[in-house]
């Protein structure tokens, strides 16, 4: 007979609720955490921004290239850099759990693990969930955010002659997916950034305050994203080729796999750093980093050009379902 003590079927629903929720602080704003049928989350500005992702294996994550404690974390913070890229502090987080009952009840403590740090990291807790079964794992987080009384920064206020400016990284996601492709596991750094990324959560809500008249998270691509805003403010961008972030460490690692850096930062997605755009360069906060301008719609061609010119790309960005 099958010892099945140390698989999520062995330990039950309840126990494995219980196993990665109990003696888990929860901050300020929680007024009801797990244990009921629903979350209570303080809501001070009172409207509520709210985004829900999900990830699945083989698909957003693999196993054998991540740890569950780091899947975990980037199953939360591709969430909470869709709040900061409304100009909103993040409250809370809702997750749902899909995995077979094979799956081993280290995996999903170790899971909840990288979760709760990274909600740490972003002062908010996991209120509250679901846990199915399932014939492979998914992971569906609700993240939910706070204004503090201004209005979202959407994608659709852009104008001509605002300062495009990009903060956190660029390229890092997309150079650790090539190591990893390769079969390599080092420089650590970068295949880090893939196994989970590091979204500037507080940048959001300070380019906000600053005068944002639009904003993404990137993680479909530099290319790609700001073609989502130019296409919502009818406008179209010219990036500025020497003022693109390429850092020295991606040029070594393109250099050793016969690689652009500069495709990466232009295409890479997942690196969940913030695009935006403001009135004028004076106003950008720390942090952010001007690299280009919001220019006339083009009558065709490219939405985004780099040096007045088209980039032309293998891959202009992730979508799903495309062939």
């Not at 991540?66 to 591709?78: D, F, H, L, M």
């Not at 300062?163 to 295949?191: D, E, I, K, N, T």
């Not at 300070?206 to 073609?227: C, E, F, K, P, Q």
């Amino acid at each position: 007979m099958e010892d099945t003590e140390d698989t999520v079927a062995g330990i039950g629903e309840f126990g494995l609720i219980d196993a990665v929720t109990i003696d888990r602080r929860q901050p300020e704003l929680t007024v009801l955490g797990p244990g009921d049928d629903a979350a209570v989350v303080l809501a001070p500005d009172g409207k509520v921004v709210a985004t829900t992702d999900v990830l699945v294996q083989n698909v957003h994550f693999r196993f054998d290239w991540s740890t569950p404690e780091q899947v975990g974390r980037k199953a939360i913070a591709v969430n909470i850099a869709d709040i900061a890229a409304m100009g909103a502090v993040p409250t809370s987080v809702l997750v749902g759990l899909a995995c077979p009952g094979t799956t081993k009840t280290d995996v999903v403590t170790e899971l909840a693990n990288g979760m709760w740090a990274e909600a740490g990291r972003a002062g908010i807790g996991l209120v509250g969930g679901d846990m199915v079964s399932a014939d492979q794992i998914v992971i569906s987080v609700t993240a939910l955010g706070d204004l503090a009384g201004r209005d979202p920064v959407t994608r659709s206020g852009a104008r001509q002659g605002d300062v495009l400016a990009v903060c956190g990284r660029l390229g890092w996601a997309a150079a650790g997916l090539a190591v990893l492709g390769r079969g390599f596991r080092s420089p650590v750094s970068v295949v880090n950034a893939q196994r989970y990324p590091e979204p500037p959560y507080a940048a959001g809500p300070a380019a906000a305050r600053a005068g944002a008249t639009a904003m993404i998270d990137i993680s479909d691509g530099l290319l790609a994203d700001v073609g989502h805003i130019a296409a919502a403010s009818g406008v179209g961008f010219d990036l500025t080729g020497e003022e693109l972030p390429v850092d020295q460490r991606l040029t070594e690692v393109a250099s050793a796999l016969g690689a652009d850096p500069l495709a990466w930062v232009l295409t890479g997605g997942e690196d969940h750093a913030l695009a935006a755009t403001f009135p004028s360069a004076d106003q950008l906060p720390e942090g952010w980093v001007p690299i280009g301008a919001a220019v006339a719609s083009p009558d065709a061609g490219p939405p985004v050009t780099v040096d007045g010119e088209p980039y032309e790309a293998e891959d202009p960005g992730w979508q799903h379902w495309r062939k």
